[in-house]
């Protein structure tokens, strides 16, 4: 099972909006809609952002919002706040009761 | 709260086995599964496998699969991670995860002559 397709990285500037990209395929992404997202501080274990492609949990705010289409996922957040620099990780559920993680986009916030 | 709390930090030799625990609080044990996910140093997720806390089933990704083995004891609500036959790119921090929603603090396995 290949790893999801992410950048590498992304930017944008305080107040502002980003999308990161999760690509698969349709044994994945565009298969179930079993995708979540994570986000993960420098030495820090990840953190659940959003889950089943468009639930929050509780505490996450709802500038973190997904949307899904044919094989690619995508994560926005607006209103960009310095917190919001970290790497971000997509992962996925690939059938057969197995999951794949994207390979990490790096936000910088300018 | 949910809380996990995993094993210390180890060093390795190449060709050893490392056996990583994962001890949780705050919920039933056997109502969430237990994955494991690995990070490599400066590298990405890497989801490892997953074992049914309460039947003990497991599911492991096929490139670990003759190499890793999960466990659980149910009476003091801890899950295992036994991965086999290290090699020096086995190095990484090792996560165990309550459902893919919470994590431990990672475990970090060296493996080095």
């Known amino acids: 099972q290949s790893a999801l397709t992410q950048p590498r990285s992304v930017s944008g500037s305080l107040g502002q909006s980003v999308t990161i990209s999760c690509t698969g395929t349709?044994?994945?992404?565009?298969?179930?809609?079993?995708v979540s997202w994570y986000q993960q501080h420098p030495g820090k274990a990840p953190k659940l952002m959003v889950y089943?492609?468009?639930k929050r949990p509780s505490g996450v705010p709802e500038r973190f919002s997904v949307s899904k289409s044919d094989n690619t996922a995508s994560l926005t957040i607006s209103g960009l706040q310095g917190e919001d620099e970290a790497d971000y990780y997509c992962c996925s559920y690939t059938g057969s009761n197995t999951w794949v993680f994207g390979g990490g986009t790096k936000l910088t916030v300018l | 709260q949910v809380q996990l709390v995993q094993s210390g930090a180890e060093v390795k030799k190449p060709g050893a086995s490392v056996k990583v625990s994962c001890e949780t609080s705050g919920y039933m044990f056997i109502d969430f599964y237990i994955h494991w996910v690995r990070q490599a140093p400066g590298q990405g997720l890497e989801w490892l496998g997953w074992i049914n806390t309460n039947t003990g089933g497991t599911k492991y990704t096929q490139r670990f699969q003759t190499r890793v083995t999960m466990t659980r004891d149910t009476s003091i609500s801890t899950a295992y991670m036994e991965l086999r036959r290290l090699r020096s790119d086995d190095t990484a921090l090792y996560y165990c995860?309550?459902?893919?929603?919470?994590w431990g603090q990672g475990t970090l396995v060296i493996v080095s002559s």
């Open positions: 089943d492609v468009s």
């Open positions: 349709s044994n994945d992404v565009g298969g179930y809609n079993s």
């Open positions: 995860a309550r459902n893919l929603t919470n």
